[in-house]
């Protein structure tokens, strides 16, 4: 697979050569002695270049945000419960051995904490009043998708109007609104968001959509958000199959224009099921089995009621108290409907059960776009943004009356411009702005076209071409110059009306000449 | 059975039986009366408002409630937001009302449902239809109960907020319903605080999806902790399971009965509406009753006394007191009888309580009560939460300030007719009434005085309004703009008259609130201090305007209400002259008549008398038990927050 990166800048990354761009411009900053807020920006945005992305999750308390990072991480590791549970926001990144750092906000220093209290620092029936003191607290686990991204957790957001007198529950408000402040503050630090919504969705889209825009709506676009609906399992009743039910709700609120100028995707996932599955125990599996070996009909009845699975004995089932709410915890009523019917169709031991339930859940191909969208375009997406930062720090200082700091902005922000102007990349993220912004009127062919060969489906040649991946090279050229020509075409011969029609087409006729430069440049087996 | 079941079936029994001795009297009117009271009780109704977040758990709840397995469409995706009641009938009818009020509704079948209150099938309600009435067959709706399922709460519902607002101040019964897959969100709390509060205590808690949660009470636990600030008592909170019950309609599975705890949360359901207002339906009944065996009992004594007289002489007094009361009838029935004037003269004063105090009260509460909201920064992300407060506080006052004239007016008519009343001495037979209300009957016990005017205090809130949620009724109907009489049981004229109008005014609010929502929602938030002084001035002549609606209108119902009232009291007087003249004519009768005659007609006429005070001690007795099993009826107690409920509820005495 190749990557457009790679095409326009065959020895160095694009990442390496913003470093190196900031590098330059922090020494130039620097010349005269002084910092100031040019170099401080600077400074921010290379340590924030060197780390990896950054994704908080966000959304409604009860959306099962916690609940759904600990799946995504496949280990339980903040704690999750029918009662909303967390307080403080806990920021999971890569690190070994596993270990805890809780940060105040008096300026106390941190104090690192073994992993098992975590529950004592965002849970709300430990100390309150310790709570209010704690400002985030850090995890470190040598865990792979924290490899690849940071995950925040964060508390829900807090309705902005509450009536409570009883005195926990005003501190919990309190604490509540400051959180939903602090979590906006992560929101808009973060350089992407995941937003979490359950089947609190209230009567209507317009709701759905205020949650999405609503609190964190900072800096929200549609190429750092991605929407999550949890808890998919819920539809599950009547014979209805929950993951196409939740797969309708989300394919039917995707096509909302309001709803896809925020968010990227939206996808529904069964986080309780995944984290279950991920954690599923021997003895776990072999309940299941003995599960399994009963009529249909002695299942669904045992199962219609969790209450009624944990508490009474199933006819014929061999199995303690303990077993069944034990299953009922970890995998919920659907979960376990699943787990029998995977065991019935040859799952035949842990490993493979773990497997299929996984799939079925949402939660991996959740990760893969994850580390697809926010991963594979996390250096562009992340540049974009120092480069906003940088230039209007530079623009503020270019206003101010001393001379040499005029023009020592003067000079950092031509550097910026100059990068900015001879990486195709930038005029790609501007052409697809322009589209989510609902500024340019296209067919649904040029919409494909724009979308794919501008990266939203994958950064590979093939995907940019919107072909298979094992596409051979003749047609990837063919369609390459199809394409080209066609757009080419429509910049030039038809007058846009717009600023932005005009960039637009350039840009996509212009990605579409590199593309074919790229299949010439490269020797053939690269592209196999 | 709920006690609300057998006392109604009780009285029934009670007024059937005073009927077939009115038909065996041949006395048309009596009969007439006493049919009259017969279907007010049958079809008097009980008004339960379900509210809550989940359209989806709610339609469930209400399937399982009625022991339909799919009368409501359950779909996993967002439903309508459309009101819809529910209540019994003998075959079935569903109506769709649409927004367009000059467009009649449409009767569809129960298969078409969905193409109403489905995302799906109407998407953004593209059919425009605003209310959904259904009229079904089913015995758990047999006694009168209607319910009426309101669209979620929160949310961005404008158009059919303002039938959710009317509603909950007026529903003798609020079902909040929330589930057990999360616990109370700040936006039910604040859903709860604000709008339900302030205007009924009665709120039945009901948690759903038991089934879904091992752990439930935990979510029942946490659900009473943030309910009982708010409540200033610990709440008690129904964990139901509608799957269960919807299970066992299918499996028959006693199992399935008893999880869904669908049983328990009907017995409270009953209770409380019991208690709240079940038993102004049977007393209302029950004075009826009294008046028409009264009517029946004038002739009858007027006949014995004749019988057991000694001379001509003494059944010509007889008679003459007979005249006597009767040209007073007819005095009272003309056109400068002195009670039209008393009747003008205390609307008028009620009109100046009501218009005056009550309203400039209630201005006063609602503005500071918007004003404390205005100043609140927390707002300018919400506006829209602003409109929907100063609805909600002018739907307050607006009912608040119909009930109260409606209750005073009540006073006002049975002062009126005890003052008028032709109490006449007439030797033996020492009681000739027109106001079965007045104490001194003939036959009742002395310790039973104070208990029917005890039953007549408990019943004055509903002798013109049916039940306090009779107004919803109509004022529902007022709003979908059909004919005033939509939905109501037998509502009493003069209720009528003022519902309509409060209907309107509430209808126009929520015009405008509409528009300026729509404005309001493109205020920029970002610079807070413009944005919340744009958001007052846009807010504060609303209200303004809301609030001179209210008063204009509820003063224009005065002039329809007197009119209702002389009606209302004319019609009376008619009554009691008919009975007046029949007991002329039956005194005629013992003239002439020899001892023998006179002796067998008086130990007949006795055994009539006779069968009268034995229901009329029965009705005691009866009347006795639903008092004590009621509690007084009471608008909401104040809570800490000063409530626009409050200017209802007192005595002008």
């Given at each position: 697979m190749l990557s457009m990166e790679g095409a326009i800048l065959p020895d160095i990354s694009l990442r390496t050569r913003a470093l190196r761009l900031i590098e330059r411009c922090l020494k130039l900053a620097t010349a005269n002695g002084d910092g100031g807020p040019l170099y401080d920006e600077l400074f921010d945005c290379r340590e924030r270049l060197r780390q990896p992305m950054r994704v908080a999750v966000v959304g409604l308390t009860n959306a099962g945000k916690s609940t759904l990072l600990n799946a995504l991480l496949e280990e339980a590791i903040v704690p999750t419960g029918p009662i909303e549970n967390t307080y403080t926001i806990t920021w999971l990144r890569h690190g070994a051995p596993p270990r805890m750092t809780v940060h105040f906000k008096d300026g106390r220093p941190p104090q690192v904490r073994d992993t098992s209290e975590l529950a004592d620092f965002v849970g709300?029936?430990?100390?309150v009043r310790a709570l209010d003191l704690i400002r985030f607290v850090e995890v470190r686990r040598p865990n792979a998708i924290l490899s690849r991204l940071d995950l925040i957790d964060t508390p829900g957001f807090a309705s902005p109007l509450v009536a409570g007198t009883n005195a926990t529950l005003s501190f919990l408000q309190a604490r509540g609104n400051e959180l939903s402040a602090i979590t906006r503050e992560e929101a808009m630090k973060a350089d992407a968001v995941l937003y979490l919504f359950s089947q609190s969705i209230h009567t209507s889209d317009e709701a759905v959509i205020e949650q999405f825009q609503g609190p964190a709506s900072g800096r929200a676009t549609p190429f750092n958000s991605i929407g999550v609906l949890t808890k998919a399992d819920v539809y599950w009743n009547t014979g209805v199959d929950p993951i196409a039910a939740a797969t309708r709700i989300t394919t039917r609120l995707m096509s909302h224009p309001k709803v896809r100028s925020l968010l990227y995707s939206l996808t529904s996932v069964c986080g309780l099921m995944a984290l279950g599955a991920a954690t599923l125990t021997e003895t776990n599996f072999v309940t299941l089995q003995k599960l399994a070996a009963l009529t249909d009909e002695t299942i669904s009845r045992a199962i219609r009621s969790a209450p009624r699975f944990a508490d009474r004995p199933v006819p014929g089932l061999n199995a303690t108290a303990a077993d069944r709410q034990a299953l009922i915890e970890s995998l919920g009523l659907f979960g376990i409907w699943m787990a029998t019917r995977f065991l019935r169709n040859g799952a035949d031991d842990l490993h493979s059960l773990t497997r299929a339930l996984l799939q079925h859940s949402g939660v991996p191909q959740l990760r893969e776009l994850l580390i697809s969208h926010f991963g594979g375009r996390a250096d562009l997406i992340k540049i974009e943004s120092a480069l906003h930062r940088v230039e209007s720090a530079a623009f503020r200082e270019m206003q101010q009356s001393n001379e040499p700091t005029r023009r020592r902005a003067e000079r950092i922000a031509g550097a910026f411009s100059a990068f900015r102007n001879s990486e195709h990349g930038f005029e790609e993220l501007d052409a697809l702005k322009s589209y989510y912004d609902g500024k340019l009127v296209l067919s649904p062919d040029e919409t494909d076209d724009l979308l794919s060969v501008s990266g939203e489906r994958g950064t590979s040649l093939s995907a940019r071409l919107g072909?298979?991946?094992?596409?051979s090279r003749v047609v990837l050229r063919r369609v390459a110059a199809e394409k080209n020509a066609y757009w080419y075409t429509k910049a030039n011969d038809f007058a846009p009306a717009s600023q932005e029609m005009r960039l637009a087409t350039n840009t996509v006729s212009r990605t579409y000449e590199l593309i074919l430069f790229e299949l010439e440049r490269t020797p053939e087996k690269m592209h196999r | 059975m709920p006690d609300f079941t057998r006392q109604k079936y009780e009285v029934l029994q009670l007024l059937q039986e005073a009927r077939a001795l009115a038909r065996s009297r041949e006395t048309p009117e009596v009969e007439e009366l006493l049919n009259e009271a017969i279907e007010r009780v049958t079809k008097g109704q009980l008004f339960v408002a379900v509210c809550g977040e989940f359209k989806q758990g709610k339609s469930s709840l209400l399937n399982a409630l009625l022991d339909e397995l799919a009368l409501f469409p359950v779909d996993v995706d967002v439903t309508t937001a459309i009101v819809t009641t529910i209540r019994d009938a003998e075959k079935e009818t569903i109506r769709v009302w649409f927004e367009d009020h000059r467009k009649a509704p449409m009767i569809i079948d129960r298969r078409e449902i969905a193409k109403y209150v489905t995302e799906v099938a109407n998407p953004k309600n593209e059919r425009e239809a605003r209310l959904l009435a259904i009229e079904t067959p089913n015995q758990h709706l047999h006694d009168g109960l209607v319910l009426v399922d309101t669209p979620g709460v929160g949310g961005l519902n404008v158009r059919h907020s303002d039938i959710t607002l009317a509603l909950i101040p007026n529903a003798d019964v609020v079902v909040f319903v929330s589930d057990a897959l999360a616990p109370l969100s700040q936006n039910e709390l604040t859903f709860i605080s604000e709008s339900i509060l302030p205007h009924s205590r009665d709120i039945i808690f009901v948690m759903t999806?038991?089934?879904?949660?091992?752990?439930y009470e935990r979510v029942i636990d946490a659900n009473r902790l943030r309910l009982a600030p708010l409540l200033g008592h610990d709440p008690e909170i129904l964990g139901v399971s509608s799957r269960s019950k919807l299970d066992y309609l299918v499996s028959s599975d006693k199992e399935d009965l008893t999880d869904s705890r669908f049983p328990e949360f009907e017995t409270t359901l009953w209770r409380v509406l019991n208690e709240r207002s079940g038993h102004l339906l049977t007393l209302r009944g029950l004075t009826v009753l009294r008046r028409a065996l009264g009517q029946l009992r004038t002739p009858l004594q007027a006949a014995l006394d004749g019988y057991r007289s000694t001379s001509e002489k003494e059944i010509d007094d007889i008679d003459a007191r007979l005249r006597g009361a009767l040209e007073r009838l007819h005095r009272l029935e003309e056109e400068g009888a002195a009670w039209r004037t008393v009747l003008a003269e205390g609307l008028d004063d009620i009109r100046r309580v009501v218009l005056d105090h009550e309203y400039d009260a209630g201005v006063h509460r609602a503005r500071s009560r918007i004003g404390r909201l205005l100043a609140d920064e927390r707002y300018v992300e919400a506006p829209a939460r602003l409109v929907e407060s100063v609805q909600a506080e002018v739907v307050a006052l607006a009912t608040a300030l119909a009930k109260s004239t409606l209750r005073r007016a009540a006073i006002l008519q049975a002062r009126i007719e005890a003052s008028s009343s032709v109490n006449v001495a007439l030797g033996k037979m020492d009681a000739i009434v027109?106001?079965?209300?007045?104490?001194?009957?003939?036959?009742?016990?002395?310790?039973h005085r104070g208990l029917w005017s005890r039953v007549v205090d408990v019943g004055k809130e509903a002798t013109l309004s049916g039940t306090g949620a009779g107004l919803f009724g109509s004022i529902l109907g007022a709003i979908v703009g059909?004919?005033?009489?939509?939905?109501?049981?037998?509502?009493a004229a003069p209720a009528i008259a003022v519902c309509a109008e409060i209907g309107g005014a509430l209808g126009t609010i929520a015009g405008t609130a509409t528009g300026i929502k729509r404005g309001l929602s493109t205020v920029n938030n970002e610079d807070r201090e413009n944005a919340q002084r744009t958001i007052r001035e846009t807010i504060t002549p609303f209200l303004d305007e809301s609030l001179t609606t209210c008063r204009t209108k509820v003063d224009g119902s005065f002039s329809a209400l007197r009119l209702a009232m002389i009606g209302d009291f004319v019609a009376k007087l008619v009554q009691e002259r008919k009975s007046l003249e029949r007991a002329r004519i039956d005194l005629e009768g013992a003239r002439g008549a020899t001892h023998a005659q006179a002796l067998h007609r008086a130990a007949e006429i006795q055994g009539y008398l006779d069968e009268i005070a034995q229901i009329e001690s029965r009705a005691a007795t009866l009347a006795e038990s639903i008092l004590a099993s009621a509690r007084e009826p009471s608008a909401a107690e104040p809570s800490s927050e000063p409530s626009s409920a409050e200017y209802g509820g007192r005595n002008p005495s």
């Open positions: 709300w029936q430990s100390d072909l298979a991946e094992d596409a | 999806k038991i089934d879904q949660e091992r752990e027109i106001d079965v209300e007045a104490p001194d009957v003939a036959g009742i016990a002395e310790a059909a004919t005033a009489a939509f939905l109501t049981g037998g509502l």
